[in-house]
């Protein structure tokens, strides 16, 4: 029981990050390679509040979002400009810094000892510190996640960010502001990533930068491809395929190692054959298909 | 000091010379964004090793088959992955997607392979090397900086001097042109692959004769590869070399200054530079030209 219970937690974090993805790479078209690192600095964020000022939890949930919120407006904002290749390579390259900051940053992250003994989170007086605690509050924040996104992608902005996605610039004409509207979406993106990052902080208690490498950006790529980009329920179905289906490797008697390597190799396999033969998924509505102005 | 900093840009760049090529010729080409370039270089010390040490064939020899296994899986990869994709008229984005999942997987495949752990592929002790300028360098070292060097002329050389490499040109330059000048664009673009990866392939195998060779060491050298050929251009093949020399002065520059352990943050840092500063300059004309 306790595993699955373990399960459900890594589903919902899962499910925030390929759903916070979605918004930015499927409903937008900006294909981002660093949310990872948007994960990553919500959840050291949440960690040094946590460890070295007892912070309650909504203080540190609210920090986490305004620090990686900025972040993503000044990515957002500074990238408008760069389109397709460009925007990816930025993206790879904002996700290699943030990672080499949090890995050599010694004196606040820890480096690659990381930051361990995170204490459990308090919500309204109530010290959530078992499992079924946790589950229930990673739940209720995939929830407000999933909500807060089906809110959008049905309101004006939805709409606006779909038709940015498909032609930019008949966006502009029609007098829509798409350099505020792109870098409103990043910033809402980077925002519930790093809620994600908090949840996971506070449910291992050791947080360190190897979990927020390049190949977790990949990895939420993969989630978001293989449910279906563009779709709301797509991400949901996509992380329950690649979080799940993996863990019946523990089953077949493999070693941690092998499996380790056996579950990534599955995931970028699921990469390649969903963007080759399916490329809008399982429930998706866009394919990355589009040829942008520039390549 | 100053004679070990030389030797140390000198050796970098030798050795990340053939990939950063590589990456250039694959990208002005195919305009893929050809992550999996990093894994494609692993290949090749990996599968010299099993030649070598299984199969029981000379280090040459070893060194050489395994450079021709990376050009084979280069090739492979676009033929099965990304032309498939191509005719059916793929954005570039889709097939970064793609390289992105061939990069995690391929990388994985080694590491179940061969392990996580550290392996040497030359079976000889490392000596202390010559002095150069006041710096030392090995024998071993000296040839992947004339090999470097050396990649970078003879393929200038084929590109100005040959028919492929003027079919090379002209299909970086204009693809649709070239085919109606009776180029084989899809042809052009196998052969950049074929080139390509087993150039990235002898930068591994000199990395991996360097120092120790793990699964990872190709995502380090793929990303200063992407730096110095979006930071130099694609328009010729002297301007991603230019820029991989000064990149490796600069990360030398900021080791003595920050530590090493910072190289890597100011690679990137510089590369999101480079890419913002040329659009807010106007140069996009340029970037368009290298990747219409």
Redesign the interface.
Known sequence: MEYLVHLGIVLCIYMVLSTSLNLVAGYSGLLSVAHAAFYGVGAYVVALMAIHWHSPFWLAIVAATAVTGLLGGVVGGSTLRLRGDYFVITTFALQVVVFSVLNNWVALTGGPMGLPGIPPPVVFGWTVSSQWGLLLLTGLCCLLTLFICRRIVQSPLGRVLKAIREDEVLAQANGKNVAAHKTLVFVLGASMASTAGAMYAYYVTFIDPTSFTVMESILIISIVIVGGAGSLWGPVVGAVVLVTLPELLRFIGLPSAVAANTRQILYGGALVAFMMWRPQGLLGKYAFEKKSADT | MTGQIIVNVLLATGQLLPIALGFALIHRTS?C?HFAHGAVCVIAPYLALTFSAVAGFPLCLAVVAGIAAAAVAGAGIEFF?YR??RRR??????M???S??????????I??AYG?GAQRLRPWAGGPGMEIWGGRITGLQVAAVCCGFGCVIVLAALERATRWGKAIRAVAINPNLARVCGIESSRVVLSAFLIGSGLAGVSGVWIALDVDMMPTIG?GAL?MS??AA?AGGHRTLFGPAVSLVALMAILQAAGLLI?A??Q??VA??I??GV??LR?TWGA?AG??LA?P
């Open positions: 305009r964004l992955c498939p994709m008229g793929s954005s570039s984005l889709s970064a997607l793609v992105l999942g061939l990069l995690v997987a391929i990388q994985n495949t590491s179940l996580d995502l990303m992407i730096v979006v530590g352990e910072w890597e943050a990137f840092a590369l999101i890419l913002l659009h996009e970037l368009r990747l």
